[in-house]
């Protein structure tokens, strides 16, 4: 059987978790409802997938590379809400707990760490999942990559409860192939990010264009061949910033891995699990992890045993 490997976007699911449920407290007044949500999800996916090797990827702070080149970049996020904060630290604490590495550099990105971990794992035949809602991230998505998603608009049928984005469901959401969403992106721009793209132009156009030329490249350097004069009047002006985003998003696959993937195998703690989860009063999801720890307690039972 070949290795799995999990890659989840740490603060992603947090937040997704934070906002999906509200007004969620232990009986000391402590806000759990990011925490809940998040070890519900992280639960689910290792059902879902069954994964050998995971881990959980933080964003440490913004790499130089793209402040230097935007400096605006990011800078209108706003602050985390003040009742997510220690519940961040909490959830940090416990997915090693959980028995996931929990994984970071600073002044880096996820998606870069994400991306970095993708191509160590991928040239050792261990597939890759990322759990992820990072645009960015389906640039990687190949031969043993690909996207796990719960959005109902990926889903197959109202039934499926998630997808795995392969290169024909990319093609499908972004109307071009995975290598050329990074040049999507470039051309209109991230709101999320504060990245500026061409104005009004959408990513329908956007990847009408990339096809009919073939890549970014071949669209800047023919520019003249555009049909649409306004179109091409708005490419020519915005040329630089153009380029600028493609560098903006262009992810890093190089960088030192904080654990080696091999290191990755997940191995829940039950007996430091128990109790930090007791202390959130989660009493039905406490029933459930006692029950496991039980299983893998027996004769026959193992350790690393998942969920």
């Known amino acids: 059987m070949q290795m799995k490997l999990l890659l989840v976007d740490g603060h992603y699911y947090v937040y997704r978790s934070f906002f999906a449920i509200r007004d969620l407290s232990n009986s000391r007044g402590e806000p759990t409802n990011a925490i809940y949500g998040f070890v519900k999800t992280l639960r689910r996916m290792v059902k879902d997938l069954n994964p050998q090797l995971g881990a959980v990827v933080w ?22 809400p003040v009742e997510m904060r220690p519940q961040l630290a909490f959830i940090r604490d416990l997915v090693p707990l959980l028995g996931f590495a929990s994984v970071s550099l600073p002044d880096t990105e ?17 597939e890759v999942i990322l759990a992820t809602n990072d645009k960015d991230l389906f640039q990687l998505v190949a031969d043993g990559v690909r996207v796990y998603t719960t959005n109902k608009a990926d889903l197959a049928s109202p039934k499926d409860t998630h997808a795995l984005l392969d290169g024909a469901s990319v093609q499908k959401k972004w109307g071009v192939p995975p290598e050329r969403v990074g040049d999507v992106i470039a051309l209109i721009g991230d709101t999320v990010d504060n990245i500026p793209g061409v104005t009004a132009l959408g990513p329908k156009n956007a990847a009408h264009l990339l096809n009919n ?3 970014l490249d071949g669209l800047m350097g023919n520019l003249q061949a555009v049909e649409n004069i306004r179109i091409r009047e708005k490419l020519v002006a ?6 600028q985003n493609r560098e903006m998003v262009k992810l890093d696959t190089d960088l030192p891995l904080p654990a080696a993937v091999e290191a990755l195998r997940i191995m829940p703690r039950y007996h430091e699990l128990i109790p930090a989860i007791e202390k959130c009063e989660f009493k039905s999801l406490l029933a459930e992890i006692q029950a496991e720890a039980a299983a893998v307690s027996k004769p026959g039972g193992h350790q690393g045993e998942l969920f």
């Not at 440490?60 to 602050?79: D, F, I, S, V």
Request: proline share 4%.
């Open 59 to 80: 964003d440490e702070g913004l790499p130089t590379r793209r402040t230097e080149l935007q400096p605006a970049y990011k800078q209108h996020r706003a602050e985390m």
């Open 110 to 126: 996820a998606d870069d760490l994400m991306a970095s971990y993708a191509c160590a794992a991928v040239g050792k035949k261990i």
């Open 213 to 215: 030329h073939g890549s």
């Open 238 to 243: 915005a040329r630089d910033q153009i380029l």
